[in-house]
């Protein structure tokens, strides 16, 4: 590990910079699978609004 003006220098077979690697991807897949479910719940959501009979707790319960 090298200091360089920036911070520090990983070569690319480092432990290291693998566990970086390895959170950072785990965050991403983490990030995109929340907003893929709030998406999915929205887009029941908004269906399920304009089914007449269907009240707030029940749409609750629901989802």
Known sequence: MQASEAGF???SDSTALQLIENISNASYKHT???YRQKLTTIR???SLKNIEGIR???????L
Do not use: T
């Open 56 to 62: 707030l707790k029940i749409r609750q319960k629901i």
């Open 9 to 11: 220098s990983l070569s």
């Open 44 to 46: 029941y959501s908004a």
């Open 32 to 34: 995109l699978s929340r």
